[in-house]
Structures are given as C-alpha cells and as structure tokens.
C-alpha cells in the first residue's frame, strides 16, 4: 500500500524584517536573499538604503534575528 505524505512548508511571508546578530543593521527582505538595509549604526559599513541581492539567507537564525516592523505612510 502506498500512502501519501503532505508535510507543511515553513514558508515565509515577504516582506520580513531581520536583525544583523552581529551588527545590529536591521534589513527588510523581499524574498530569501534579496533585501534593503533600513536601519544601521552611524559609521556602519552598510548605510540606510543599500540594496544587495546576496544577502546570507534571511532564515538563518545563527546571522539573523526576528523583528517585527511596521510601515506606516
């Protein structure tokens, strides 16, 4: 007999926000890789707007950390 197995993907929802473990610069990804910095310490190697497209993956919890943002307009 042969059954079939579904498994949930922990799939994100873009946007999402993380926070440099190590830095503290916070960048919104719009997909794994892909991403804008929207906070950084002054004097920072990554300004506010730098835009990269090969970031560390976003869901690597040992450079990244969770942060809930808000957009307001």
């Not at 059954?3 to 994100?12: A, G, M, P, V, W």
């Not at 004097?43 to 560390?56: A, L, P, R, S, T």
Request: proline letters at 3%; hydrophobic letters at 40%; glycine letters at 6%.
């Amino acid at each position: 007999m042969i059954s079939k197995i579904e498994t949930l993907e922990n799939k994100l929802n873009f946007p999402v926000a993380r926070r440099s473990r190590k830095a503290g610069y916070i960048v919104v990804f719009s997909d794994e890789c892909t991403g804008m910095v929207v906070d950084a310490n002054v004097g920072h190697m990554f300004e506010v707007g730098y835009y990269d497209i090969d970031w560390c993956n976003c869901e690597d919890e040992e450079i990244w950390e969770p942060v809930e943002l808000t957009v307001t307009g």
